[in-house]
């Protein structure tokens, strides 16, 4: 009988340490982001791995979270050897990350979350690079560029903006084809560029290519109607 009540408290404090972590995490998580509908956290860790601040394998799932003005409709990701600052988060304080971490995730992007993310900041800003090499001569300091509307196709994405200065305002379509070139180059490629007066960048064989950084390894990028698709690791740093 001792023996058994020592196993149950035992027990019960391993399960308590294991709810505090998941708090936090899921509090550390809120904090990333200014909004989110569904989170969810899911731990697999023994009774030692715990007390050391070693999280061997954690699921996160968010559905409709709002990350840097980005609106990302469902992400999907896992985890695994995470080093955190165990004995502060058992006395109440934030959780923090001792060691960059791995993460293979999938993310499911709606049409309708990605128009959404043209509100924010990072979206426009990179396409408006991709608009300044596409075409120098148009995307003059004086000129601003508005994005009005993103379709996606099958492969395909469609952009829809106006570049405007002080005496007019041209109306541009842009179509392009992203694909992968390894698990940190994009390739867009069959670029078009038309104009209310008349095309700009014709015939399709444009291409331009971008390195994504070595804390990205995408291994799927998927356009399909409506809807894109996205499998890959990223490196989460401290």
Request: hydrophobic content about 40%; overall charge neutral.
């Amino acid at each position: 009988m001792p023996e058994n009540n020592s196993y149950s408290k035992k027990s019960n404090k391993i399960r308590v340490i294991s709810n505090v972590l998941t708090k936090a995490l899921k509090l550390w998580l809120k904090t990333q982001v200014s909004q989110v509908s569904q989170l969810e956290v899911e731990i697999k860790a023994s009774d030692r791995q715990l007390l050391s601040g070693c999280i061997p394998w954690v699921s996160i799932f968010a559905s409709h979270a709002v990350y840097q003005g980005l609106h990302l409709t469902h992400i999907q990701l896992v985890a695994e050897n995470i080093r955190i600052n165990i004995g502060s988060v058992l006395k109440g304080q934030p959780l923090r990350l001792l060691e960059t971490v791995p993460v293979v995730g999938e993310l499911i992007q709606s049409e309708e979350d990605l128009n959404a993310c043209l509100s924010s900041a990072l979206l426009p800003t990179a396409l408006n690079e991709v608009m300044v090499k596409l075409l120098p001569e148009h995307c003059l300091k004086s000129k601003s560029i508005s994005w009005q509307k993103i379709n996606l196709d099958n492969s395909k994405a469609i952009l829809s903006a106006t570049l405007a200065d002080t005496s007019e305002t041209t109306h541009l379509d842009i179509s392009m084809i992203p694909e992968l070139l390894s698990g940190d180059e994009l390739q867009l490629t069959a670029i078009q560029v038309k104009s209310n007066t008349g095309s700009l960048l014709e015939g399709g064989n444009k291409e331009l290519h971008f390195n994504l950084g070595s804390d990205v390894d995408i291994q799927e990028l998927t356009l399909v109607p409506g809807k894109l698709i996205c499998r890959g690791r990223i490196n989460v740093n401290p």
